[in-house]
């Protein structure tokens, strides 16, 4: 991921969602806590909207979310 303008964090962190088989799903979370997973036309993945990170991360079970700034990593197992 490129390095993250100022003004579009004030609007919403972006991350991406690491798929097993190396996919990744680009993503953003707003201030309120929802977010937005952006699915892709090539796989079974829709986009996703929900009201928190982790609620979104039930969709998605398997997945891991990359946080660019920090490259932290928090798994949707809750084995982060």
């Not at 390095?3 to 201030?31: H, K, N, S, T, Y």
């Amino acid at each position: 991921m490129d390095e993250i303008d100022p003004v579009v964090a004030c609007f919403a962190r972006p991350f991406q969602l690491r798929l097993p088989g190396g996919l990744m799903l680009d993503g953003a979370q707003f201030p309120s806590g929802r977010v937005f997973i952006d699915g892709r036309d090539d796989t079974p993945w829709q986009s996703t909207y929900a009201t928190s990170l982790e609620h979104a991360l039930e969709a998605y079970a398997d997945g891991v979310v990359v946080w660019p700034e920090d490259r932290t990593e928090l798994g949707g197992r809750g084995d982060g």
